[in-house]
């Protein structure tokens, strides 16, 4: 299958998240050594957009365990709503909601009839999301689109006649539809805002406009809905058109929005309420009037409440919240604000389900956090009622139906299972073997099943290790309103010990801004250390990972923003990493690069400044392995090394532990550091900063030179003198390669053979002057077991002087002297500057690092 990669983005895009469509495509050209097979894809791939990580989360349906859209029945009685991939009815006054829907998909986004009798939604068959009808009277569905696309939010016209949706056939762009509905069969499918490319200089969104969250006047005459025609930031604006009549739409309230907005307009056609994060940090209900005006808030709270729909005589509003940190549904009455939460105790499903109580084991029999999985015989997902699912952000379309999902358990949990054939997966971390088990014929009875985990068994010399990821978004606009404690949960089935939340603005909003702290979070426990820090977002010069502040938090935390008061490339990330470091932060470079950006030879648009604060010694760590290529980052780094730096190698996953669908889970990228004694914050960054550690995504690995560890460094006596070296690999998935590295080349690659999960291997090479070495493992094929792009793992070098001398290459040196010269060019002819002297302390910053980098080839010891 051939990679997608998107020609239509904006340049905006391509020096920080244009990572994201060709890493989970997974079908890029890394190097000569390495061939790739596309396996591995993004969900929905047929969305032509940037940033889908984004889209995906914030606009896509998702299974999630509680309630995720709602909609009225035409009597106002009852209220018809998805939750975990399937539709439910549910009586007002009543405590019980009965299934609707049980297919081969999973459900969503349901809209009643004006006449009460049919239900339409979308439902997700693993390949497309497609249009459905369901008759409430014999509960049969039909399918009424299959265009293979991704068809959204369907809204029946007040007269029954039509329908509004949002689709991406023939463009792979977000546009509205109208269709007419006859005898059950969609008819007359128009695009009613055809496929534009804008002028706007987009950040995080596509050149072309799109046109999302459509629904109708009261009189049926209007189209109301959300676009962002011409607009710079977000989704845009509350605009309408008529279909007959108009061909521009016309703006009836503009604000910042991000996918959410879901306007709905009253019965009597005077206001619409609609989710708005105006001035805060969470969307809340807000009301305007229908015409425009001033908007004014119905709900408050540190949560978002969402996807809010009027009842049929205007009483009530029905709406989601994750107020309780799940999604749940509630009413409030828009008179007098009063609030009620729709409680579904009993649940009467269509197909029979007998309770199922899964435990998690470890080797001495006591119960182990895990991450779980259970599936049918369809493929679809099940989990507790209470739990948080979540959802790989990529599948494998040749062995799966649907992207793998998750929960994490503490030990145990019960849930209501199909009385069918299960198949569970359980794990916790790397150091654990994955568990499998298929359950044949669960049927009629409570059961109890115990699932023991193994840790890998490792090398008698290994010692003691502690795991944390250095990049977790706690609260990222997602599903879920995540809490230090959940987050602790989510680690401690993950087997990870530390975490860095990372402390970032998702375009006005810095959701987690309040938890900031010098201090670890008092959620914190004796095996999870939990800690709020930083990233530092700008695009143009890379986003930087700041661990540690010990004073305040930096705001604005980004520049370089086009159309905003924050444009200017000042502060740059000199500036930036002196700010941190003067708080006594360590300064990392974060989810670096993609192949595209390096090969065959460097991006025009790579602005990247991490060979600037490198030269200028502002780097105290490089996220190796993170929401990135790692063999491409790997090979600036080696050029990095090459050049007499000598910057540990960090890892982070960049996981937005509140998606329901995410790049994850957390940990899914770690860093394991060296610990033999106390563990806290400040043997935490002493280990990161000495790098004596590794940094992984699945494989455990070790090296030793003699009895030389990573991190230190060895005296040669001799310009060339034998190395010898042990190495070992302990994986719970296949690994191909151990390869030793020296001075960025593979001296020596040991092929695994079997099950390739371990290999022991002792070896020696000759090194010829000063030089470096580490240990790194790899596979060229993805593993469903492993959601990343390919197993991957790499030790932090052992640094080799010769008579006090390291190595510096004239090649690297080279290489970063092109980029220094890329950056002069940009940052000269950017127009954004408040006044000259920024431009002149910017250029000042560049010209140190051409000079550093002009001396090291003066001085370099190897071509």
Same mark, same amino acid.
């Given at each position: 299958?051939?990679?997608?990669?998107?020609?239509?983005?904006?340049?905006?895009?391509?020096?920080?998240?244009?990572?994201?469509?060709?890493?989970?495509?997974?079908?890029?050209?890394?190097?000569?050594?390495?061939?790739?097979?596309?396996?591995?894809?993004?969900?929905?791939?047929?969305?032509?957009?940037?940033?889908?990580?984004?889209?995906?989360?914030?606009?896509?349906?998702?299974?999630?365990?509680?309630?995720?859209?709602?909609?009225?029945?035409?009597?106002?009685?009852?209220?018809?709503?998805?939750?975990?991939?399937?539709?439910?009815?549910?009586?007002?006054?009543?405590?019980?909601?009965?299934?609707?829907?049980?297919?081969?998909?999973?459900?969503?986004?349901?809209?009643?009839?004006?006449?009460?009798?049919?239900?339409?939604?979308?439902?997700?068959?693993?390949?497309?999301?497609?249009?459905?009808?369901?008759?409430?009277?014999?509960?049969?569905?039909?399918?009424?689109?299959?265009?293979?696309?991704?068809?959204?939010? +369907?809204? @029946? $016209?007040? %007269? #029954?006649?039509? /329908?509004?949706?949002? &689709?991406? *056939?023939?463009?792979? =762009?977000?546009?509205?539809?109208?269709?007419?509905?006859?005898?059950?069969?969609?008819?007359?499918?128009?695009?009613?805002?055809?496929?534009?490319?804008?002028?706007?200089?987009?950040?995080?969104?596509?050149?072309?406009?799109?046109?999302?969250? +459509?629904? @109708? $006047?009261? %009189? #049926?005459?209007? /189209?109301?809905?959300? &676009?962002? *025609?011409?607009?710079? =930031?977000?989704?845009?604006?509350?605009?309408?058109?008529?279909?007959?009549?108009?061909?521009?739409?016309?703006?009836?309230?503009?604000?910042?929005?991000?996918?959410?907005?879901?306007?709905?307009?009253?019965?009597?056609?005077?206001?619409?309420?609609?989710?708005?994060?105006?001035?805060?940090?969470?969307?809340?209900?807000?009301?305007?009037?229908?015409?425009?005006?001033?908007?004014?808030?119905?709900?408050?709270?540190?949560?978002?409440?969402?996807?809010?729909?009027?009842?049929?005589?205007?009483?009530?509003?029905?709406?989601?919240?994750?107020?309780?940190?799940?999604?749940?549904?509630?009413?409030?009455?828009?008179?007098?604000?009063?609030?009620?939460?729709?409680?579904?105790?009993?649940?009467?499903?269509?197909?029979?389900?007998?309770?199922?109580?899964?435990?998690?084991?470890?080797?001495?029999?006591?119960?182990?956090?895990?991450?779980?999985?259970?599936?049918?015989?369809?493929?679809?997902?099940?989990?507790?009622?209470?739990?948080?699912?979540?959802?790989?952000?990529?599948?494998?379309?040749?062995?799966?139906?649907?992207?793998?999902?998750?929960?994490?358990?503490?030990?145990?949990?019960?849930?209501?299972?199909?009385?069918?054939?299960?198949?569970?997966?359980?794990?916790?971390?790397?150091?654990?073997?994955?568990?499998?088990?298929?359950?044949?014929?669960?049927?009629?009875?409570?059961?109890?099943?115990?699932?023991?985990?193994?840790?890998?068994?490792?090398?008698?010399?290994?010692?003691?290790?502690?795991?944390?990821?250095?990049?977790?978004?706690?609260?990222?606009?997602?599903?879920?309103?995540?809490?230090?404690?959940?987050?602790?949960?989510?680690?401690?089935?993950?087997?990870?010990?530390?975490?860095?939340?990372?402390?970032?603005?998702?375009?006005?909003?810095?959701?987690?801004?309040?938890?900031?702290?010098?201090?670890?979070?008092?959620?914190?426990?004796?095996?999870?250390?939990?800690?709020?820090?930083?990233?530092?977002?700008?695009?143009?010069?890379?986003?930087?990972?700041?661990?540690?502040?010990?004073?305040?938090?930096?705001?604005?935390?980004?520049?370089?923003?086009?159309?905003?008061?924050?444009?200017?490339?000042?502060?740059?990330?000199?500036?930036?990493?002196?700010?941190?470091?003067?708080?006594?932060?360590?300064?990392?470079?974060?989810?670096?690069?993609?192949?595209?950006?390096?090969?065959?030879?460097?991006?025009?648009?790579?602005?990247?400044?991490?060979?600037?604060?490198?030269?200028?010694?502002?780097?105290?760590?490089?996220?190796?392995?993170?929401?990135?290529?790692?063999?491409?980052?790997?090979?600036?780094?080696?050029?990095?090394?090459?050049?007499?730096?000598?910057?540990?190698?960090?890892?982070?996953?960049?996981?937005?532990?509140?998606?329901?669908?995410?790049?994850?889970?957390?940990?899914?990228?770690?860093?394991?550091?060296?610990?033999?004694?106390?563990?806290?914050?400040?043997?935490?960054?002493?280990?990161?900063?000495?790098?004596?550690?590794?940094?992984?995504?699945?494989?455990?690995?070790?090296?030793?030179?003699?009895?030389?560890?990573?991190?230190?460094?060895?005296?040669?006596?001799?310009?060339?003198?034998?190395?010898?070296?042990?190495?070992?690999?302990?994986?719970?998935?296949?690994?191909?390669?151990?390869?030793?590295?020296?001075?960025?080349?593979?001296?020596?690659?040991?092929?695994?053979?079997?099950?390739?999960?371990?290999?022991?291997?002792?070896?020696?090479?000759?090194?010829?002057?000063?030089?470096?070495?580490?240990?790194?493992?790899?596979?060229?094929?993805?593993?469903?077991?492993?959601?990343?792009?390919?197993?991957?793992?790499?030790?932090?070098?052992?640094?080799?002087?010769?008579?006090?001398?390291?190595?510096?290459?004239?090649?690297?040196?080279?290489?970063?002297?092109?980029?220094?010269?890329?950056?002069?060019?940009?940052?000269?002819?950017?127009?954004?500057?408040?006044?000259?002297?920024?431009?002149?302390?910017?250029?000042?910053?560049?010209?140190?690092?051409?000079?550093?980098?002009?001396?090291?080839?003066?001085?370099?010891?190897?071509?």
């Amino acid at each position: 299958m051939p990679v997608k990669i998107s020609h239509k983005s904006s340049p905006f895009f391509s020096t920080c998240f244009l990572r994201l469509r060709v890493l989970l495509s997974f079908a890029f050209i890394i190097c000569s050594a390495f061939k790739s097979e596309a396996q591995r894809f993004p969900v929905l791939n047929q969305i032509d957009l940037p940033h889908d990580y984004y889209f995906r989360e914030l606009y896509l349906p998702q299974v999630t365990s509680g309630p995720s859209s709602v909609c009225w029945t035409s009597d106002g009685k009852s209220l018809v709503y998805a939750m975990a991939g399937s539709l439910w009815i549910q009586e007002l006054g009543t405590e019980t909601a009965s299934q609707l829907t049980d297919g081969p998909g999973y459900d969503f986004q349901p809209d009643c009839s004006p006449d009460g009798k049919t239900v339409v939604y979308t439902r997700y068959n693993g390949q497309s999301v497609e249009l459905m009808s369901l008759d409430l009277l014999t509960k049969q569905s039909t399918e009424l689109t299959k265009n293979n696309g991704v068809n959204l939010e +369907p809204r @029946w $016209s007040p %007269d #029954g006649k039509k /329908l509004a949706y949002v &689709s991406t *056939r023939n463009t792979g =762009h977000f546009l509205l539809y109208t269709a007419e509905m006859n005898m059950g069969v969609l008819e007359k499918n128009q695009c009613i805002t055809p496929d534009r490319k804008s002028s706007a200089k987009r950040y995080y969104y596509s050149e072309f406009d799109h046109a999302i969250n +459509p629904f @109708w $006047s009261a %009189d #049926g005459e209007e /189209l109301f809905f959300i &676009s962002n *025609r011409e607009i710079a =930031h977000g989704t845009g604006a509350i605009v309408s058109l008529s279909p007959n009549n108009d061909s521009i739409p016309k703006i009836i309230h503009q604000e910042e929005t991000s996918w959410k907005t879901k306007p709905d307009i009253s019965p009597d056609g005077t206001r619409m309420v609609y989710s708005s994060y105006l001035g805060r940090n969470w969307h809340q209900l807000w009301l305007l009037p229908t015409k425009g005006g001033y908007p004014v808030a119905l709900t408050y709270g540190d949560y978002d409440n969402t996807n809010a729909r009027w009842s049929p005589d205007g009483s009530r509003i029905a709406f989601i919240s994750n107020r309780t940190g799940n999604m749940t549904l509630w009413t409030i009455d828009p008179y007098n604000g009063k609030e009620q939460q729709i409680k579904n105790p009993k649940l009467i499903y269509k197909n029979p389900v007998s309770p199922l109580t899964i435990i998690t084991l470890d080797e001495n029999g006591s119960r182990q956090p895990a991450r779980v999985s259970i599936c049918d015989s369809r493929g679809k997902f099940y989990s507790p009622r209470e739990s948080w699912i979540h959802a790989d952000d990529s599948s494998y379309p040749a062995t799966q139906k649907f992207e793998s999902h998750y929960i994490h358990s503490q030990g145990k949990i019960t849930l209501d299972a199909p009385n069918d054939s299960l198949y569970i997966v359980a794990s916790s971390g790397p150091e654990y073997e994955i568990s499998k088990q298929r359950i044949v014929n669960l049927k009629g009875s409570s059961d109890t099943i115990n699932i023991g985990l193994s840790k890998l068994k490792m090398p008698l010399e290994y010692g003691n290790w502690k795991s944390g990821d250095l990049h977790v978004h706690m609260n990222y606009t997602g599903h879920y309103r995540n809490t230090p404690e959940i987050l602790v949960q989510q680690a401690r089935a993950e087997n990870l010990n530390f975490i860095y939340n990372l402390i970032v603005n998702k375009e006005q909003r810095i959701p987690d801004i309040s938890y900031f702290s010098p201090s670890s979070d008092p959620a914190s426990t004796q095996d999870v250390l939990l800690f709020h820090s930083q990233e530092f977002h700008t695009s143009f010069w890379g986003h930087l990972g700041l661990l540690n502040l010990d004073d305040h938090f930096l705001v604005p935390s980004y520049s370089a923003y086009p159309e905003t008061a924050f444009q200017s490339l000042y502060p740059h990330n000199v500036n930036i990493a002196k700010q941190a470091r003067a708080q006594n932060a360590l300064v990392g470079y974060v989810h670096p690069f993609l192949a595209s950006q390096l090969y065959p030879e460097q991006s025009e648009k790579l602005t990247n400044d991490l060979p600037l604060n490198a030269a200028l010694g502002l780097v105290d760590y490089y996220e190796l392995i993170g929401f990135a290529d790692h063999i491409p980052s790997a090979d600036v780094w080696y050029k990095l090394l090459n050049c007499g730096m000598r910057i540990p190698a960090g890892a982070g996953t960049d996981a937005m532990a509140n998606y329901a669908s995410l790049r994850g889970p957390v940990g899914l990228n770690r860093i394991f550091i060296k610990n033999d004694g106390v563990f806290d914050k400040k043997e935490i960054v002493k280990q990161i900063k000495t790098g004596h550690s590794y940094v992984t995504n699945g494989p455990l690995i070790g090296l030793k030179a003699g009895d030389v560890e990573y991190g230190e460094v060895v005296q040669l006596k001799n310009k060339s003198e034998k190395i010898s070296y042990r190495a070992f690999v302990r994986s719970a998935v296949a690994v191909d390669y151990l390869d030793i590295i020296w001075n960025g080349k593979v001296v020596k690659r040991h092929i695994l053979k079997g099950a390739k999960k371990t290999a022991d291997i002792v070896g020696e090479f000759t090194a010829d002057g000063a030089g470096w070495m580490l240990a790194r493992a790899w596979s060229e094929k993805a593993d469903p077991d492993l959601f990343d792009s390919y197993p991957y793992a790499s030790t932090n070098p052992i640094y080799f002087e010769v008579d006090g001398k390291y190595v510096i290459s004239k090649e690297a040196a080279s290489y970063f002297l092109i980029w220094i010269e890329r950056l002069k060019k940009a940052a000269m002819n950017h127009e954004g500057y408040r006044d000259e002297q920024e431009k002149e302390i910017v250029l000042k910053d560049i010209e140190l690092a051409r000079q550093f980098y002009l001396e090291c080839i003066k001085n370099s010891t190897m071509p």
